[in-house]
DNA sequence: AATGAATGAGATTTCATTCAT
DNA sequence: GATGAATGAAATCTCATTCAT
């Protein structure tokens, strides 16, 4: 996942390049995905990662910073791919379809992680919250390009407010995969996505509309 | 463990007509609200009611049992108020328009019970949610209801597959009043409203829809 | 030591008339007297007070709130001693004695408060100091008083700097007690007085000087 | 462990010649000084030094060893300037004076050095007290000494018991010192040097003595 | 000799809950 | 019923020291 340059040079400062701040991530996820965060002591954590606990805080800087930390990867890598995927990518239906695909598979693929993101990490204090908000507006951003090119194209009605809009999006997908988590994940959240979109786009009335 | 006489029978039920018990749900909803869960210890909430510590043992089992007890009387309102306001109503986006004007009323008018429910809320482990599921359920079956009266107008499109209906239902409130209580609670939430429902009826593609 | 109201009213806030509140102190005198503030843990102490260690918390901030009032109850009763006993007491190197015997009295028969005062409660932070410095201060101004009082009795000589004396006085006590503790507190401090006193008024050259 | 050739053979001593030894000795000081010695973690003395934490070992066998041996050599440094300075002086008065200069000097050219003698060196438990006492000895065998002779000389008065004198003389310095630092080096520590010669020489009653 | 990542023991502090009054 | 002092378990985080490289 990262290039290497070819002096390897590893101070705790590139941690990003250590394979022990991944395992403590990894650990992070699935500790505290199936307890809690606050039935989630730094010593089971460690635990799990297979380091002392004082190691956890070589490469974080408190409890929090894990939190923080899973959150940033995690939506640096949906944010990266939709970066990707949407490129070139001109039909607002299929933007959206992508849209919600990525989400889905990402955290679909990975009840731990969902359990996560979706249960767990609102967990949080007040500054936790504003560092939270920071790290999903790239998202948010993507979101709000989807829809203002469904304006322009004309498919998505010009009457739309984009925060509203957006928020109808993401509080659609958020709460369908708060529902399948909390219910034990035990159909395929990707199976929805054609429904899920075809809701968010025609709504309750049910407009038809045409892809390309 | 003693014998009681019976007019001294007091069930937890009927603690519900004691204004301690009310003193103590209300201190809660703003403490907790405003400070959090984790930072709302009993002794704060037992201060802001005028009772002392032990006096909260009295009427709730348990700190948990404060919050589940507050989601109770919150959605037991709501609940209550649709079951009032919805009779008679037959067309199905005033049904909507109720549904939406409701719950945005009730945490619209009063922030520290939204910060509560929207944020506080979820701070929960495993039992608790299924508590909450149980709790929050009369809820959804009302919007269940209001979907289904929807489809067999013709109204709404028949494709809609209940579940996935609710929660782009449920998620899009959801989300509207997150945003709107973590920024602040700086603009009317009312006035949202006529967007949102047209947004969940129309969707993207904002199909028009009639009201009779 | 402390007059009680008839009414007793005790709550922690009135923690002085508490008696836990004396133990917690006693056994931190003991505790840290002899293993010194940092190994002395809150359990340790607790557990010398009978008490849990949550209760210490109860009584007193943190730990250095602990050190901090030891030292507060000791210059207070120092204070309170030597308010009374210079009380009239004219001669300016009688008063001194009694300066000397005070100081030397209450430490010179109690060790673990001596070992406190002379060696572990030096181990403090900046903001510690600036705390000790203002319970010292009253002290200070009794030394100061002294001087003065020589002075305009024409038995100190007036070419006297009131802070430098000050320090040749209160850096002789000092001094003086801590040498006692340090080598075990073998003999008997007391007796050292008059020589400490003739060796203050004196200074090395030893003038002599008349007692009225 | 392995052969030595004696060209390689370092003891302890030999370190001394180490600038890296002279280098952590300086760090420490300063880091010590300007923290206090439990705020002072090795990893900050080694990156202050220059070197890594693992070096500081190669030196010194733990913390409180850095801690001595920053007296050793300061108190090295004043025993033998002493030694020098002193050697031909007849006048007990110059040689008292000598006394107080070089230790004001030592310090009051050093903030950062008498922060670490006057306040953090005094945070020690009582293996490290006894190794202090060793180290200070040969201070106050100089400050006897000089007792002796002005006694002999009939300058000082034969009444004076050696160990109460020395702790006079020590304490006013020791005393003055620190309240010095501790009231942040604002003025010129040796412009007090007359008064406090002249203050433990003449005591308060001031008697007249002369320079010869 | 030098490095610095890793260790893990240990200490302070909070707070839900109990129970004697 | 009401009180609130007391409890003690539990958790985060620091840092002196080690040791493989």
Redesign the pocket.
């Known amino acids: 996942m990262n290039g290497h340059s070819f002096i390897e040079v ?3 400062a590139q941690k990003k390049n ?1 394979e ?1 701040y991944e395992a403590i991530l990894n650990a992070a996820v699935k500790v505290i995905g199936q307890a809690g965060y606050h ?5 089971k954590i460690a635990r799990e990662a ?6 956890v ?3 974080f800087k ?3 910073d894990i939190l923080i930390s899973i959150l940033r990867e995690t939506i640096g890598t949906i944010v990266d791919r939709l970066g990707e995927e949407l490129q070139g990518l001109e039909d607002p239906v299929a933007c959206l379809k992508r849209l919600v695909t990525v989400y889905f598979e990402t955290l679909g693929t990975n009840p731990d992680l969902a359990m996560f993101t979706q249960v767990h990490l609102r967990q949080s204090n007040a500054e936790m919250r504003k560092q939270i908000g920071d790290i999903i507006k790239p998202y948010y951003t993507i979101i709000d390009e989807v829809i203002a090119k469904g304006i322009e194209a004309g498919v998505f009605t010009e009457r739309l407010d984009a925060r509203i809009t957006r928020r109808m999006i993401f509080g659609t997908m958020d709460e369908t995969i708060t529902a399948w988590i909390l219910t034990g994940a035990k159909y395929d959240l990707l199976s929805l996505i054609p429904q899920v979109c075809e809701l968010m786009i025609g709504g309750l009335a049910g407009q038809i509309h045409s892809h390309k």
């Not at 039935?39 to 010593?43: F, Q």
């Not at 297979?50 to 190691?55: K, L, R």
């Open positions: 590893r101070t705790i250590n022990k039935n989630a002591p730094i010593s297979g380091v002392a606990d004082g190691t805080y070589l490469y408190n409890k929090e």
